[in-house]
């Protein structure tokens, strides 16, 4: 608690934040003596005193739709009033215009292999039934009719052989007659047994074989196909995007209010967005804040952020008007320290309070975040204290001299301490012990050796 106490105090000197406090009868506190000071009860406000920006709690975000990067070419000025329907920003179009007419060529070309790939899964339909019903039939019909008449042949060639043997028998004819006529008969035989063989072929291997290679011509065909359309709608999707890119490359307001430039980071001396400047997609390019719900964005010292806490009362100092407020929010997670921060931690804290005319986001306000406040405590100037190894510890003038107090500090501002044990209300402290007290020129001498 002691050592909150004095960081309280060297706030001010490190210029972190200002501790601010209210004490009744300041003036009758000056003692006689330039050097003392007589103790009194009191009231004691510890308040912390930061400057802060307004902005909006409910800001409309633009942004930027296209992808990739972008050229602004023209951009709203901030700060303008708007009516639904007005340009806020256009982006350069070029090089989106040269991807539609080539998306548009490349659609065409794809519907061109649709439509061919299309008929060509028909026409490897076609060839299977035409297949099955037409040139099968008309082959089994043709190695048929062979059969028949090789059967036929055959029969006849059996008649014939028949009759010659009779003849030989009778010696009307010649054995070269009987072997011609055996001959045939053979040649009958043969050929009706090829034409069966034929017929047995063509049903079971032949008409398979064939079936197998126009399914397969048709399945590569319908692969084909679908590919051929799959590549078609990818084609007819990015002219789609592109043309709706196209559109997103002009901005216009869709209501009416105020349009700002969004916040920049901390260390860069130009904005982000303006004529010229390159974004990217998702990118917030303007903003239009809600001027009914305003509120403060302060940083907090890390000394301090742990007493901050929501629902604190506030006061806003906005356009020399004082406001009341509240601390609605405390970042749990602390801003980066950097070299354009002075090294210096802190966290973010929003202050809230009743809208008012004529806010604008951006505008400077003095936020004092009250942290504590006491009623009838005892309280000692901070100037009359020093802090030790020991504590804290101050001198009190008495009638035999000057005596030497330590104190138990509960808490204080950068100008009073609340002492809870040490001295008592009416009692006489020396102010400045460093320049009036060489005891305390010592007791402070030595705790920085000892650190």
Same mark, same amino acid.
């Given at each position: 608690?002691?050592?909150?106490?004095?960081?309280?105090?060297?706030?001010?000197?490190?210029?972190?934040?200002?501790?601010?406090?209210?004490?009744?009868?300041?003036?009758?506190?000056?003692? /006689?003596?330039?050097?003392?000071?007589?103790?009194?009860?009191?009231?004691?406000?510890?308040?912390?005193?930061?400057?802060?920006?307004?902005?909006?709690?409910?800001?409309?975000?633009?942004?930027?739709?296209?992808?990739?990067?972008?050229?602004?070419?023209? #951009?709203?000025?901030?700060?303008?009033?708007?009516?639904?329907?007005?340009?806020?920003?256009?982006?350069?179009?070029?090089?989106?215009?040269?991807?539609?007419?080539?998306?548009? @060529?490349?659609?065409? =070309?794809?519907?061109?292999?649709?439509?061919?790939?299309?008929?060509?899964?028909?026409?490897?339909? =076609?060839?299977?039934?035409?297949?099955?019903?037409?040139?099968?039939?008309?082959?089994?019909?043709?190695?048929? @009719?062979?059969?028949?008449?090789?059967?036929?042949?055959?029969?006849?060639?059996?008649?014939?052989?028949?009759?010659?043997?009779?003849?030989?028998?009778?010696?009307?004819? &010649? /054995?070269?007659?009987?072997?011609?006529?055996?001959?045939?008969?053979?040649?009958?035989?043969?050929?009706?047994?090829?034409?069966?063989?034929?017929?047995? #072929?063509?049903?079971?291997?032949?008409?398979?074989?064939?079936?197998?290679?126009?399914?397969?011509?048709?399945?590569?065909?319908?692969?084909?196909?679908?590919?051929?359309?799959?590549?078609?709608?990818?084609?007819?999707?990015? %002219?789609?995007?592109?043309?709706?890119?196209?559109?997103?490359?002009?901005?216009?307001?869709?209501?009416?209010?105020?349009?700002?430039?969004?916040?920049?980071?901390?260390?860069?001396?130009?904005?982000?967005?303006?004529?010229?400047?390159?974004?990217?997609?998702?990118?917030? =390019?303007?903003?239009?804040?809600? =001027?009914?719900?305003?509120?403060? @964005?302060?940083?907090?010292h890390e000394s301090v952020v742990k007493r901050v806490t929501?629902?604190?009362?506030?006061?806003?100092?906005?356009?020399?008007?004082?406001?009341?407020?509240?601390?609605?929010?405390?970042?749990?997670?602390?801003?980066?320290?950097?070299?354009?921060?002075?090294? #210096?931690?802190?966290?973010?804290?929003?202050? &809230?309070?009743?809208?008012?005319?004529?806010?604008?986001?951006?505008?400077?306000?003095?936020?004092?975040?009250?942290?504590?406040?006491?009623?009838?405590?005892?309280?000692?100037?901070?100037?009359?204290?020093?802090?030790?190894?020991?504590?804290?510890?101050?001198? #009190?003038?008495?009638?035999?001299?000057?005596?030497?107090?330590?104190?138990?500090?509960?808490?204080?501002?950068?100008?009073? %301490?609340?002492?809870?044990?040490?001295?008592?209300?009416?009692?006489?402290?020396?102010? /400045?012990?460093?320049?009036?007290?060489?005891?305390?020129?010592?007791?402070?001498?030595?705790?920085?050796?000892?650190?």
């Amino acid at each position: 608690m002691k050592a909150a106490v004095f960081i309280l105090v060297a706030l001010t000197s490190v210029g972190f934040a200002t501790m601010s406090y209210f004490l009744p009868g300041e003036s009758e506190l000056i003692a /006689d003596s330039g050097a003392l000071h007589t103790v009194t009860r009191g009231e004691l406000v510890v308040s912390l005193t930061e400057l802060g920006t307004l902005e909006s709690s409910n800001n409309t975000e633009i942004k930027c739709r296209v992808r990739g990067d972008s050229t602004i070419t023209f #951009v709203i000025e901030s700060g303008t009033e708007v009516e639904a329907g007005d340009l806020l920003v256009k982006l350069e179009t070029l090089a989106i215009e040269e991807e539609i007419s080539e998306r548009t @060529k490349f659609y065409h =070309l794809a519907e061109s292999q649709v439509a061919r790939s299309a008929a060509d899964v028909e026409r490897s339909r =076609l060839a299977i039934s035409e297949y099955e019903e037409g040139r099968f039939v008309s082959q089994l019909a043709a190695l048929q @009719k062979n059969l028949a008449v090789a059967e036929s042949r055959l029969l006849n060639a059996r008649n014939r052989l028949k009759h010659s043997k009779m003849l030989s028998r009778s010696e009307y004819a &010649s /054995d070269l007659e009987l072997e011609e006529k055996e001959f045939t008969l053979s040649q009958a035989e043969l050929t009706v047994k090829l034409t069966k063989t034929e017929i047995d #072929v063509l049903q079971n291997f032949t008409k398979k074989e064939e079936l197998v290679r126009l399914r397969g011509e048709l399945k590569s065909a319908e692969a084909t196909h679908k590919a051929n359309v799959e590549q078609a709608l990818a084609d007819k999707n990015r %002219l789609d995007r592109a043309k709706e890119e196209l559109g997103y490359c002009t901005i216009l307001a869709k209501r009416s209010g105020l349009v700002i430039y969004p916040t920049g980071e901390e260390w860069k001396n130009a904005p982000e967005i303006e004529e010229g400047a390159t974004v990217r997609k998702d990118q917030i =390019l303007l903003l239009m804040p809600d =001027l009914t719900q305003m509120q403060i @964005k302060v940083g907090v010292h890390e000394s301090v952020v742990k007493r901050v806490t929501i629902g604190m009362k506030a006061n806003v100092t906005l356009n020399r008007k004082l406001l009341p407020a509240e601390v609605t929010y405390v970042a749990s997670v602390a801003k980066p320290a950097s070299w354009w921060t002075g090294n #210096v931690v802190k966290y973010d804290a929003l202050v &809230s309070f009743p809208p008012e005319n004529g806010m604008r986001p951006g505008m400077s306000a003095e936020v004092e975040i009250v942290i504590a406040q006491y009623d009838d405590e005892v309280v000692v100037p901070a100037a009359a204290c020093i802090e030790t190894e020991s504590g804290f510890a101050c001198w #009190v003038q008495q009638q035999t001299g000057r005596e030497r107090r330590s104190l138990e500090i509960e808490d204080g501002n950068n100008m009073f %301490l609340l002492v809870r044990s040490g001295i008592t209300a009416g009692e006489q402290v020396i102010l /400045d012990p460093l320049a009036n007290v060489p005891d305390a020129q010592i007791e402070v001498a030595q705790t920085i050796r000892n650190d």
